[in-house]
């Protein structure tokens, strides 16, 4: 009769054992679960972060289009102009095209919107991405509320006196014009420069379409 009931100890002891070992096993599996969505989190501001400067950088590289970025969103189309040359306006929307489709690719149902704030130099560019993968991500645009998910940037681009730049005190100086070999007109050799390497040209291709610039 003792050895049974001694050996009835030694299972329920075990079996004690056993559900112990596997809580612990739970709550080390939902710790690494929380860490990778954590940094996924992560990596994900990271990117919109990154796409962020990306549309800020496209946008001082185009400022003669710079009007056509105010209330960009959604993917819009390719204007299908990179090998043949674009103009300020088509650039601004190969820009919109390619960098909403950037978005979509690297974040979960991610997408940017560019708007004009009250004041007339300032810009936002805002990069919404559905963090919690659920299927009630909203769309948005510059007259709605920011979602949750978002990463912000607000830069400032000063204006001119030509019309090509919203209103407001410049805050580049003028400088002379120049005509590349195509015949665009240009404020200066380096915003040619600018405009042709980021068509696609190596630095050496946009000199050359420079050359005949002051």
Not at 41 to 59: G, K
Not at 96 to 110: C, I
Not at 116 to 128: A, V
């Amino acid at each position: 009769m003792t050895s049974l009931w001694q050996k009835g100890l030694s299972l329920i002891e075990v079996m004690i054992a056993l559900a112990v070992f596997s809580f612990g096993l739970l709550a080390l599996a939902a710790l690494m679960a929380s860490g990778l969505r954590y940094n996924t989190s992560a990596l994900h501001r990271s990117y919109a972060t990154s796409q962020a400067y990306d549309m800020a950088d496209r946008m001082r590289a185009n400022r003669l289009g710079l009007v056509s970025y105010n209330s960009l969103s959604g993917l819009g189309a390719d204007p299908g102009c990179i090998e043949t040359g674009c103009t300020p306006e088509k650039m601004a929307q190969y820009d919109r095209w390619q960098w909403n489709n950037d978005n979509a690719r690297l974040l979960p149902k991610g997408t940017g919107t560019v708007c004009l704030t009250s004041d007339p130099d300032i810009y936002t560019i805002t990069i919404h991405w559905n963090d919690d993968r659920d299927s009630g991500t909203p769309s948005f645009n510059c007259e709605s509320v920011t979602p949750d998910d978002s990463f912000i940037v607000e830069f400032q681009l000063g204006g001119d006196d030509d019309g090509d730049l919203p209103a407001g005190d410049p805050d580049v100086p003028e400088e002379p014009g120049c005509i590349d070999a195509e015949g665009t007109d240009f404020k200066n050799k380096g915003q040619c420069v600018s405009y042709w390497v980021h068509t696609g040209l190596t630095g050496v291709e946009a000199q050359e379409k420079c050359a005949t610039c002051e």
